[in-house]
């Protein structure tokens, strides 16, 4: 298995015209649209790894958004 770690900033570095150390800017906070585009794409590749691994069996999304959904239960 295995183990991954991540570091980063919610924001980016700019350097200092006086030479002075870099400071950092924060990013302004994602929108409800950028979380929900997010949210699926997440969804998309989870069911991916368990319909390929056998766990889970996909349909069509009756609203047509193209989404799969987990149908059915988890496991063998």
Known sequence: ???????A????YVEADDG???S???AA????AEL??????VALRAMTWLRK??????????RGSGSAR???RLGH
């Open 1 to 7: 298995m295995r183990h991954e770690r991540t570091c």
């Open 9 to 12: 900033l919610d924001g980016v």
């Open 20 to 22: 002075s150390a870099p």
């Open 24 to 26: 950092v800017v924060p």
């Open 29 to 32: 906070p994602p929108s409800s």
């Open 36 to 41: 929900y585009v997010l949210a699926e794409r």
């Open 53 to 62: 691994g056998g766990h889970a069996k996909v349909s069509v999304d009756p």
């Open 70 to 72: 987990l149908c059915g």
